[in-house]
C-alpha cells in the first residue's frame, strides 16, 4: 500500500472533476442494492483483466464484503481523484488520495468508499482466481460511517 500524505481533506467536485482523468460513466444500478448512496461505474478495460472506474459520491460507500477464490483472486484499487476510505475488519479506515493503491487478499472483510465530504474515484482489477465470487454482507452504517 502506498499513501500519498501530501492530498487529504475536503475535495470540492470542482477540485475532483480537475483531477479526474476516467469518465464517471453511468449510475451503478446493477449493484446499488450494496451500496448506500450513488455510485458510478465506468468500465475502462473490457478484455483480459477488466478494470472498473468506480465513483463515490461524497458519503457513498459499499457494504462490507468478501472477494472470495480457492486460489489468486482478489482485488486491488488505485485511487485515482478525490478522497476516501479503505478498511478492513478489525483494523484502522486508511485514506485514500490520488495515487495511493490497495491490495485486497481474497477472504478478507472490507469496504471502500468516499469521504464524508469529497467525491471520490478509484480503479478497481479484480485479480483472475478459480471459483472467484464476491459475498456481499452488512452495510457500513452511519454510526460506524460518521466516526472516521
Ligand atoms: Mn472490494
New binding site residues.
Partial sequence: MSTNQNVSGHISKEEFENQSIFPVGRPNDAFAQYFIGQSYLCPVVTEGVPVFNVTFEPGCR?NW?I?HASKGGG?T?ICVAGSGWYQEEGKEAVRLNPGDSVY?APGVK?W?GAAADSWFSHL?MEIPGEDTSNEWLEPVGDEHYSKL
Avoid: D, K
Fill in positions: 459499499n464484503h472477494h482485488q484499487l485486497i472490507h471502500h478497481a
